[in-house]
Nanobody, 119 residues
Framework: QVQLVESGGGLAQPGESLKLSCVAS????????MYWVRQTPEKGLEWVSR????????HYLDSVKGRFTTSRSNANNTLYLQMNSLKSDDAAIYYC????????????WGQGTLVTISS
């Protein structure tokens, strides 16, 4: 069955960095666009990034451009999100999600990893 398992969340101070990972199984990872999405009580669900199959055409939420970088290892079935210069607004539960072929929708989500920002 499809599984997405995120890790790497934790507590960071403003300005610090964290790297999230998402290990995929149960489907042909290399054939799907992948997403990072975050959730907070205040903003709800917020799309953070999208990455194409080859990993050479990432797209980002405006507020994370220049600070976050998404990448993937198709050999290791893993999606990454490098988060630098973290801000308090970045605190959220971060989910990776599997794209639906032929659309911008997402059809499977992981369980999420919590990122907390505190000085």
């Amino acid at each position: 069955q499809v599984q997405l398992v995120e890790s790497g969340g934790g507590l960071a101070q403003p300005g610090e960095s964290l790297k999230l990972s998402c290990v995929a199984s149960g489907f042909a990872f290399e054939n799907y666009w992948m997403y990072w999405v975050r959730q907070t009580p205040e903003k709800g669900l917020e799309w953070v990034s999208r990455l194409n199959i080859n990993g050479d055409d990432p797209h980002y939420l405006d507020s994370v451009k220049g600070r976050f970088t998404t990448s993937r290892s198709n050999a290791n079935n893993t999606l990454y999100l490098q988060m630098n210069s973290l801000k308090s607004d970045d605190a959220a539960i971060y989910y990776c999600a599997k794209g639906t072929p032929g659309s911008s929708a997402m059809d499977f989500w992981g369980q999420g990893t919590l990122v907390t920002i505190s000085s």
